[in-house]
């Protein structure tokens, strides 16, 4: 499911979907992901404004596990109240620092009619947005690739990722230690540029995780993070208190 795709194959003239309705339904355009070599046309449901692209052609499929062949990214933004979100509130209520996720929750309660739209604030929400735009676009005001770190946005950590950061990773080899409770990724997921160092405090959490993992070992792993450097060349280090911070992506719900 993509939100938007690109017009030649060297992937430099992005088309939204909701610009591609006006055009050709027979015009075939790019997946977002560069690997994957997917002829996508333009699909939209009767009476919606959800248009998106899709892999229609049999002999033009996505590759396996392309995220965008999936449902696994779906993000409708119908959903959601952009105008509300705020990237940096968003990241410490999965750090548990704010309760900005009960409390508007609450305030929910209240209204009548229409359940109120809230902004994406769990980690596979944010995720799935970032990745249903093109890096370069923006989304309440903050730029995608400020937000995730990916294939797409590598080239804008240079030196490293510091902050609060979506990373999308895989597992290191060596994936945990359960005597210093810390688990080990890397990212970007083609590249693995840099090594992360998941931290925790809390016994159980960290063998929640760690179990998931396990069992996920060939997945994508998305962690959201406040990354600070470590000694070591291109670690990066973050403490998980919640299993809020983690998600495990499974291609499931094939399109193609
Ligand atoms: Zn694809």
Redesign the pocket.
Same mark, same amino acid.
């Given at each position: 499911m993509a939100k938007y795709a690109f017009r030649d194959e060297q992937r430099k003239e992005i088309i939204y979907s909701n610009e591609a309705v006006k055009e050709d339904r027979n015009t075939a355009f790019y /997946?977002?992901?560069a690997d /994957?070599n @997917?002829q996508l046309y333009i699909c939209a449901i009767d009476g919606s404004k959800a248009a998106y692209f899709r @892999?229609t052609k049999p002999q033009h499929p996505?590759?396996p596990n /392309?995220l965008?062949?999936t449902r696994s990214i779906e993000f409708d933004e119908n959903q959601f109240d952009e105008s509300r979100f705020d990237y940096d509130k968003a990241m410490e209520s999965l750090f548990g620092l704010t309760d900005t996720a009960i409390a508007s929750n609450k305030s929910g309660e209240h209204s009548i009619g229409e359940p109120q739209k809230h902004p994406p604030r769990t980690i596979r929400q944010m995720y799935s947005m970032c990745k249903s735009l093109p890096v370069k676009s923006k989304y309440g005001n903050k730029e995608i690739g400020e937000m995730l770190l990916d294939d797409r946005s590598e080239y804008r950590y240079p030196k490293g990722c510091f902050g609060n950061r979506i990373i999308e990773a895989t597992v290191k080899k060596r994936f945990y230690d359960s005597e210093k409770k810390q688990i080990y990724l890397t990212a970007p997921v083609t590249s693995k540029k840099y090594s992360f160092v998941l931290d925790f405090s809390d016994n159980d959490t960290y063998k929640f995780i760690r179990n998931e993992i396990f069992n996920n070992s060939d997945k994508i792993i998305i962690v959201g993070g406040k990354w600070k450097p470590t000694d070591k060349y291109n670690y990066f280090i973050s403490s998980v208190n919640g299993r809020k911070q983690v998600a495990i992506i499974k291609c499931f719900g094939s399109l193609t």
């Open positions: /997946c977002p992901n /994957c @997917a @892999a996505h590759i /392309c965008y062949g």
